[in-house]
Nanobody
Framework: QVQLQESGPGLVKPSQTLSLTCTVS??????????WTWIRQPPGKGLQWIGY???????YYSPSLRSRASISRDTSKNQFTLQLSSVTPEDTAVYYC?????????????WGKGTLITVSS
């Protein structure tokens, strides 16, 4: 069973760049059916999809975050990362890393436990 663990700074100052890492264990990070995804949930609000990186290393982002978000992958460490630039207090949220497995016939999501990121001076 794959396991995902987010790690990050906890507290970030406004205008800084947030960097989060997701460490994948219990399975490979390379597979054509895997989409490594970041999702967040601001306090009192619903889930917001941020984007993903596919096995080809192509990336897709939410239009509202495309100008600030960057997702990359380090296959040697079995990790993928999210960078979000120019953060504001509106970026305060629990951030989740998710493995989406989509083989065309079925769809499964495996979630990390999430990490709270607070943007405050």
């Amino acid at each position: 069973q794959v396991q995902l663990q987010e790690s990050g700074p906890g507290l970030v100052k406004p205008s800084q760049t947030l960097s989060l890492t997701c460490t994948v264990s219990g399975g490979p990070i390379r597979n054509i059916y895997y989409y490594w995804t970041w999702i967040r949930q601001p306090p009192g609000k619903g889930l917001q999809w941020i984007g993903y990186i596919a096995d080809s290393d192509s990336t897709y982002y939410s239009p509202s975050l495309r100008s600030r978000a960057s997702i990359s992958r380090d296959t040697s460490k079995n990790q993928f990362t999210l960078q979000l630039s120019s953060v504001t207090p509106e970026d305060t949220a629990v951030y989740y890393c998710v493995q989406r497995v989509d083989d065309g016939d079925s769809l499964m999501d495996y979630w990390g436990k999430g990490t709270l990121i607070t943007v405050s001076s």
